[in-house]
């Protein structure tokens, strides 16, 4: 649905060049949501922008629907773009429109008949929830609200594209939420594709199928998002699923763990089929040793469950190697080194 070949895109500003976006290949599918995230001037926001033509791409091909847009003709791309619904973290309305005149807009600007405007804006304020404020002016309207507004005007042309530029950042948690659940039925009922950009994490858990890291303009990391959650390859992405999954120990708590529990301590991680076991206690009896459990979290993620264990193995040193060994044909399992 939409695929990057090989793109890349240099800025030139005050004779210096800057690499945005370099070598990325991606392939976003239809009816998926695909999530990239990266920080500040990963490039991301670049990436969007070669999506609906914003911007160029110095180097390869940006396709979406089977059509390589940086050669289309501009009545093709405006069409295009058409199928494209776009919402921001800024919410970019029309202060001096109403809710109602906010959504209506675009379905004007593409020539529909009047009474068409009317049911469909009807339709999409019904659909977020916002069907009693639609004379309300968008200072009159919470952020969440005026975000429901960004999505209301966003699907009034029936795109089958939706693409968001860090909807959720300027959000609390709650709204966050609420808006992210809105994006969910967004997908599934009215079956449309999202590409979405954020710096936040638990926007990638909450909604995506699959997700893309990008550091230094570059994609580091791709792929589902439970596969990339739980078998990450990078730092970085590490650090971005910890600040979700509280999988890490804090150095403190570690050496405080450390004081009290005097045998080695091994991260466990459970996932798949290891999920339905009591596989701790089977080995652990199997071979007549104890072991506790000494910090934890346990995740859903995309209806399956992640679960990342500290755990003190207790007994004698021989035996307890052999029931990691053991237990490493099931489970990923390391010693906790460092935190
Ligand atoms: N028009 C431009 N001219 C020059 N440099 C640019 C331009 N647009 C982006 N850049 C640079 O490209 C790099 C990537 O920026 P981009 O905005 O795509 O990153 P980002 O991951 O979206 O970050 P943020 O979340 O802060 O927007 C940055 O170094 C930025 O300064």
Redesign the pocket.
């Known amino acids: 649905m939409i695929q990057f070949e090989n793109v890349s895109k240099t800025?030139r500003?005050k004779g210096k060049e800057?690499h945005?976006?370099k070598n990325v290949s991606l392939h976003v599918k239809q009816g998926e949501i695909f999530g990239v995230i990266?920080?500040?001037?990963?490039?991301?926001?670049?990436?969007l922008r070669l999506v609906n033509l914003l911007e160029r791409p110095s180097e390869g091909r940006v396709i979406v629907h089977d059509k390589e847009i940086n050669s289309l003709p501009q009545s093709e791309l405006r069409r295009l773009r058409r199928r494209i619904g776009m919402i921001f973290q800024s919410f970019n309305l029309f202060t001096s429109r109403t809710v109602y005149g906010n959504v209506a807009y675009p379905l004007k600007l593409a020539k529909y008949p009047k009474d068409k405007i009317d049911s469909r804006v009807k339709e999409v304020l019904k659909f977020v929830g916002l069907e009693d404020k639609a004379d309300y002016y968008p200072e009159q309207l919470s952020g969440g609200q005026k975000q429901r507004v960004g999505i209301a005007r966003a699907l009034g042309t029936s795109p089958d594209i939706l693409i968001c530029d860090?909807a959720t950042s300027a959000l609390d948690p709650e709204t966050t939420g609420e808006i992210l659940k809105i994006l969910k039925r967004v997908n599934e009922e009215y079956n449309i594709t999202i590409l979405l950009?954020t710096?936040e994490m638990h926007v990638i858990k909450s909604i995506c199928d699959r997700v893309a890291v990008?550091e230094n303009?570059s994609v580091i990391e791709e792929g589902p998002v439970f596969t990339v959650f739980s078998e990450p390859q990078t730092q970085t992405t590490k650090n971005f699923i910890s600040s979700v999954l509280n999988d890490q120990l804090s150095v403190k708590l570690l050496e405080k763990l450390r004081q009290n529990h005097h045998g080695k301590l091994y991260r466990v991680v459970f996932k798949g089929e290891a999920t339905n076991q009591p596989l701790l206690s089977q080995v652990t009896r199997k071979h007549k040793i104890d072991f506790n459990i000494v910090y934890g979290s346990i995740n859903e993620l995309q209806e399956q469950i992640l679960g990342n264990l500290i755990v003190e193995f207790i007994g004698d040193e021989r035996v307890i190697l052999q029931v990691i060994r053991e237990l490493q044909k099931q489970v990923e399992i390391k010693e906790v080194i460092h935190s």
């Open positions: 800025f500003s800057v945005a976006v990266g920080f500040s001037g990963a490039g991301k926001s670049t990436l860090e950009i710096h990008m303009g």
